[in-house]
């Protein structure tokens, strides 16, 4: 995988947005920097590496980077959702946040910094990007197995093989998954 040259990129973004008017292009310019790239510079990891191609079937997505906000959403749903319907039938299950498509692991990491979750999982189906995302984990990790990168294909296993493959990772005794 290859990084973006920062330059070439805040270059597209002024030529694409110019049309605007120059504080438009200053603020859309300012969005990104803040949602993309001040989170990577911030941790000192690489989550904004654009990927296309040579996936496993054509049909696959690119990674492209997300925002960190709406990570941030995403994640205060997730516990929401634990914390309003299974939290309060059984007090010793472990929660348990995993994010399908993950990536570099932007959303993972995020997760496992609120501390609101006792494992944290990134599963993508790109062997380079869960190569990446691990390196980035590396770097952010304190709690050790706690947050871990995967590689699987939902669609070639079912959901219950990965579930079964996590709940041994982490010991068992999952009874609840918040699947993104």
């Known amino acids: 995988m290859k990084k973006q040259n920062v330059f070439v990129k805040y270059k597209s973004i002024y030529q694409f947005h110019?049309?605007?008017?120059?504080?438009?292009?200053?603020?859309?310019?300012i969005q990104i920097f803040r949602q993309l790239d001040m989170f990577d510079l911030k941790l000192k990891v690489n989550t904004r590496t654009i990927k296309y191609g040579k996936f496993a079937n054509?049909?696959?997505?690119?990674?492209?980077?997300?925002?960190?906000?709406?990570?941030?959403?995403?994640?205060?749903?997730?516990?929401?959702?634990?914390?309003s319907g299974v939290r309060y039938s059984n007090y010793d299950m472990k929660t348990v946040f995993v994010d399908l498509g993950g990536g570099l692991g932007k959303p993972a990491i995020l997760a496992y910094e609120t501390n609101k979750f006792d494992y944290v999982f990134s599963v993508d189906i790109d062997s380079d990007l869960v190569s990446e995302c691990q390196k980035n984990f590396k770097k952010v990790s304190k709690r050790g197995n706690k947050l871990q990168a995967l590689v699987a294909n939902v669609e070639d296993s079912t959901l219950q093989i990965l579930?079964?493959?996590?709940?041994?990772?982490?010991?068992?005794?999952?009874?609840a998954f918040r699947f993104q």
């Not at 696959?60 to 749903?77: A, D, N, Q």
């Not at 579930?163 to 009874?175: P, R, T």
């Open 18 to 29: 110019r049309s605007y008017g120059l504080f438009y292009t200053l603020n859309r310019m």
């Open 58 to 83: 054509n049909d696959y997505m690119g990674y492209s980077p997300v925002y960190t906000s709406v990570c941030k959403e995403m994640i205060r749903l997730s516990h929401d959702y634990w914390l």
């Open 163 to 175: 579930f079964n493959k996590i709940n041994d990772l982490i010991g068992g005794g999952v009874y």
